[in-house]
């Protein structure tokens, strides 16, 4: 099947949220089983807290302020995709993924460091996980997607053309494990056949598990 034939599928991330990291997966599955492309894009829990931190859990609060760990990484993926272009983007989520929550070495430089060696890019792009260079570029990435599902949401959001021409556009979904085979594929065609329906909002139950990355 030819690229040209494939739905474009836009999904924004943080690599901090490991719920995200779970549906990422998942989308990476329906690749396989539905004639579908993942574009990837960064998005910032960072930006979408910075003016509700008083609300926020102490623990969270701190790693969304200014400096916290919630910054580095979307910023080292905001500058690799600037200085190195939008194919780099998924191999160094996937790569930060990996380290942060299927290897639990956590959120740091260091884990930061070795996620760019295995996705092949030069070291120094660490340098910019605390600098601004690039924020500007980041909370366009952050808006783009964001805008198209409200404030009310979080990480990630998956966009792909509507059969009118507008975007289809959801938050989620949050599942654990990912979806494999023929399971990904009813679950995408799910969401899809639930979002693409004009006033439809959500669909929630509570969590009783926690993210599992088998």
Same mark, same amino acid.
């Given at each position: 099947?030819?690229?040209?034939?494939?739905?474009?599928?836009?999904?924004?991330?943080?690599?901090?949220?490991?719920?995200?990291?779970?549906?990422?997966?998942?989308?990476?599955?329906?690749?396989?089983?539905?004639?579908?492309?993942?574009?990837?894009?960064?998005?910032?829990?960072?930006?979408?807290?910075?003016?509700?931190?008083?609300?926020?859990?102490?623990?969270?609060?701190?790693?969304?302020?200014?400096?916290?760990?919630?910054?580095?990484?979307?910023?080292?993926?905001?500058?690799?995709?600037?200085?190195?272009?939008?194919?780099?983007?998924?191999?160094?989520?996937?790569?930060l993924g990996t380290r942060f929550h299927n290897e639990g070495l956590g959120v740091n430089r260091e884990s930061i460091a070795a996620a760019l060696d295995?996705?092949?890019?030069?070291?120094?792009?660490?340098?910019?996980?605390?600098?601004?260079?690039?924020?500007?570029?980041?909370?366009?990435?952050?808006?783009?997607?964001?805008?198209?599902?409200?404030?009310?949401?979080?990480?990630?959001?998956?966009?792909?053309?509507?059969? %009118? @021409?507008?975007?289809?556009?959801?938050?989620? /979904?949050?599942?654990?494990?990912?979806? *494999?085979?023929?399971? #990904? !594929?009813?679950?995408? %065609? @799910?969401?899809?056949?639930?979002?693409?329906? /004009?006033?439809?909002?959500?669909?929630? *139950?509570?969590?009783? #598990? !926690?993210?599992?990355? %088998?």
């Open positions: 099947m030819s690229e040209a034939t494939k739905t474009p599928a836009d999904f924004w991330f943080d690599p901090l949220c490991p719920w995200a990291w779970l549906t990422s997966r998942w989308m990476l599955e329906v690749e396989k089983v539905r004639p579908v492309e993942v574009r990837w894009h960064v998005m910032s829990l960072a930006v979408l807290n910075e003016n509700k931190l008083d609300e926020l859990p102490e623990e969270y609060r701190d790693n969304m302020r200014p400096g916290g760990k919630a910054w580095g990484p979307v910023r080292v993926v905001t500058a690799a995709r600037q200085l190195y272009g939008d194919d780099v983007v998924g191999r160094l989520y996937t790569a295995d996705a092949g890019l030069p070291a120094d792009l660490i340098e910019y996980a605390g600098k601004d260079t690039y924020d500007a570029e980041l909370r366009a990435s952050h808006k783009e997607g964001i805008d198209l599902v409200g404030q009310e949401v979080g990480t990630p959001v998956i966009a792909v053309p509507g059969s %009118d @021409g507008d975007q289809i556009a959801f938050f989620g /979904p949050v599942v654990t494990p990912a979806p *494999r085979g023929e399971q #990904a !594929a009813r679950l995408w %065609d @799910g969401t899809l056949m639930v979002a693409s329906i /004009p006033g439809f909002y959500e669909i929630k *139950r509570t969590r009783t #598990a !926690a993210p599992s990355f %088998d």
